[in-house]
């Protein structure tokens, strides 16, 4: 019995030891109750609204494949950064919640926040 035990130590070792323990894929996430070192909030934020019937951006219904094309027509042209306020409903799945902070952060220049 001894020896099958020292086996199993010695696997166990092993695998510790050569797996990797990096996180895959991790997003950075600003929620609203932190402090940002960015200066003051821009003036025209949009307004990413993500519930059960759907998405709407700036209060426009918007299909979920075209989040950064209308964040790109909702963008001012003045605006060196844009703040996008990301607001999620409880009942939305984690999934799609990822999926739409990818896809909000894929477009150049944008600062995403989520609302609690």
Do not use: C, H, W, Y
Not at 38 to 52: G, Y
Not at 83 to 101: C, G, N
């Amino acid at each position: 019995m001894t020896p099958l035990i020292d086996i199993i130590f010695l696997l166990l070792l092993f695998f510790m030891l050569t797996s990797t323990f990096t996180k895959f894929a991790e997003i950075p996430l600003i929620t609203t109750g932190e402090t940002r070192t960015e200066p003051a909030t821009p003036k025209n934020p949009i307004f990413l609204r993500v519930a059960e019937d759907g998405l709407s951006v700036n209060g426009a219904p918007t299909d979920f494949a075209d989040i950064t094309r209308a964040i790109i027509d909702a963008k001012t042209s003045d605006a060196t950064e844009t703040l996008v306020l990301l607001s999620i409903e409880e009942t939305v799945p984690a999934q799609l919640f990822v999926d739409a902070l990818t896809r909000s952060r894929a477009v150049s220049d944008v600062s995403v926040v989520v609302l609690r």
